[in-house]
């Protein structure tokens, strides 16, 4: 029950949301897979040794299929799967993500059980089907969802191999499909190696260890195949791995996503960023709850090792990310798990034999025979459970409010951080969604007549493979050009308008380059190129110049609207220029 309500408060309204956070960079090129996302300051292999821009390549390598230039492949195949099924759309790029978080879940639970009870592997799991930053982060196409189920799964086949080492090899093999997923999942290693460490040194020296720990080196082989590769020919490795190594490479003097400020920042963003991204009840209920374990019962030494390790990750090396903190909230919910689970066992534990005394010592519970004692201790036990429910029931309904309120409605009501979450910003409704759908539909069935030369060879080829596929499929040419004009976000710009160039061959251009064209040509360049129709897109935050007004004055606007109403773009279509 609930894995099914977790799945529905995920997958509900899926695509409400506009692209316009980090996920655009991973489904964008997942399309392809391509590894190009038209930054101008992080460049790809594959723009280093296009014949077209590097006259002296022979070629693009054949190595750069085995990876990304600034991340590993797993996230970016998946999402390829389910595009090529799905369609270009967020609902198939973020599909992934919602069933792995609702596996996640579920692991949460086996987690739970193992190291408290099932009881608390329950609470544990209901909490993180509901809590916000889960349920945020789940319906997205980011890589964390990926990486989190794989820290999940792990640390289950990790404890499962405390018990029968043949798990060994399992974990070997997902710890080598964390690692193809995001570096971020070397975390592992010291959380395991503390562990055994401390607790199971022999360990050390078992062969299943070491096969698993093989094969998860083969499993991660392309990405280290492609790093080697990568030294070879330009002399540094990938954008991750030559950052962590200070290589310095040319080609990447700007690091975006790596401005992590000094580390006195990342002190002070920590408990305000973990405010931003859970509700405070989820984080009092947390607090309350390690508290009671650290005081009262102890906390098992994978929870806390586990949580010790990912908040001194997230501090000490990639920062308080938004998206790095939701590494902690399964564990989070564990530790409310077993720390409700364990209160309702000191209950259980008095129906067994012994009644905590007011001095903290125990006596012996009344003797087998007395009915009405049993009856008493019994009594007490059902009243402190029904408590616990009553307690609970109205903090997960809470959490549902919450997490619908900041994922699922397209704008939250109320103020932070109490009603309203800061969450919602990474997929904002601004309304690019709106213009993708306008889009779709005022090319659907169509293909592009003309299309302007790429800069890339691969870029036109992957664009004739397209437009072939168009024709054998009838499509219409349609001879249209768009331009834009305006302040655009970088993701939505990418996902919604310059997806349909890169993969569909659509002429798009800014207006700059609209008039700098006709600076070169002439006035009646576009018509003698061919194009009967033309398509101006607008924001609606700026101001627009007399020279933009005159060219549309004659045209009628398309207004498209953002969820609440607002117009936040333009688009003026014409056939008369």
């Not at 213009?435 to 790429?454: I, N, T, V």
């Amino acid at each position: 029950m609930v894995l099914i309500f977790a799945f529905l408060l995920r997958v509900w309204g899926l695509s409400r949301g506009d692209t316009i956070n980090d996920e655009v960079f991973y489904a964008f090129r997942a399309i392809g897979p391509l590894d190009f996302d038209k930054a101008a300051v992080q460049k790809t292999p594959l723009e280093w040794f296009d014949p077209r821009a590097n006259t002296e390549s022979k070629g693009i390598p054949w190595w750069t299929n085995l990876s990304f230039h600034d991340h590993s492949p797993l996230v970016f195949w998946v999402q390829h799967i389910f595009i090529s099924i799905f369609g270009e759309s967020a609902w198939a790029f973020r599909l992934p993500s919602v069933i792995l978080g609702v596996l996640s879940i579920y692991l949460v639970y086996m987690i739970g059980a193992l190291i408290f009870s099932a009881e608390a592997g329950l609470i544990s799991a209901s909490f993180l089907a509901v809590t916000v930053n889960n349920v945020f982060l789940t319906r997205t196409g980011l890589q964390e969802p990926y990486v989190i189920f794989f820290i999940l799964l792990a640390a289950y086949l990790f404890l499962q191999s405390l018990k029968n080492d043949k798990y060994l090899i399992w974990l070997g093999v997902t710890a080598g499909l964390a690692m193809l997923t995001k570096y971020n999942s070397i975390v592992l290693a010291p959380i395991f190696f503390t562990y055994l460490l401390l607790y199971k040194r022999d360990y050390f020296k078992n062969k299943r260890l070491r096969l698993g720990a093989l094969l998860a080196i083969i499993i991660f082989s392309p990405v280290i195949i492609y790093n080697a590769m990568l030294y070879s020919s330009v002399g540094h490795f990938d954008f991750q791995l030559s950052y962590i190594f200070k290589q310095n490479p040319q080609e990447w003097r700007d690091a975006p996503g790596k401005e992590i400020g000094t580390l006195a920042e990342r002190f002070q963003l920590f408990i305000p960023r973990l405010i931003h991204t859970n509700s405070w009840l989820f984080l009092g209920l947390f607090a309350v709850s390690f508290l009671y374990l650290l005081i009262s019962a102890g906390i098992p030494a994978i929870l806390f090792i586990t949580i010790l390790y990912l908040t001194f990750y997230i501090i000490f090396l990639i920062g308080p990310a938004h998206r790095f903190l939701a590494m902690l909230t399964p564990w989070m919910a564990v530790a409310v798990g077993g720390g409700v689970g364990q209160y309702l066992q000191a209950g259980l534990a008095r129906r067994a034999g012994k009644v905590p005394r007011s001095g903290g010592a125990s006596e012996t519970a009344p003797p087998r025979g007395s009915h009405a004692g049993r009856t008493e201790e019994s009594a007490k036990v059902l009243s402190k459970s029904r408590l616990i429910v009553f307690f609970l029931a109205p903090i997960l309904l809470f959490e549902v409010f919450y997490s619908y309120n900041n994922q699922i409605a397209y704008y939250p009501m109320g103020p932070e951080p109490w009603i309203a979450s800061r969450v919602r910003l990474d997929n904002y409704n601004w309304g690019y969604n709106e213009l993708d759908d306008y889009l779709e539909r005022e090319l659907a069935g169509k293909m592009p007549a003309l299309a302007f030369q790429s800069r890339y060879q691969f870029l036109e080829d992957t664009q004739d493979k397209y437009l072939e596929s168009a024709r054998q499929e009838g499509l219409e040419p349609y001879p249209a050009l768009i331009t834009l004009y305006g302040n655009y976000d970088e993701g939505g710009k990418l996902w919604v308008l310059e997806r349909l160039n890169v993969y569909h061959g659509w002429p798009i251009i800014s207006f700059s380059t609209y008039q700098q064209y006709l600076q070169e040509n002439g006035a009646d360049y576009y018509a003698k190129m061919g194009f009967k129709y033309y398509y101006f897109i607008t924001t609606t935050n700026i101001v627009p110049t007399a020279e933009f007004s005159v060219l549309v004055q004659n045209a009628e606007p398309a207004l498209i609207k953002n969820p609440r109403g607002d117009v936040v773009f333009k688009v003026y279509k014409t056939d008369k220029i």
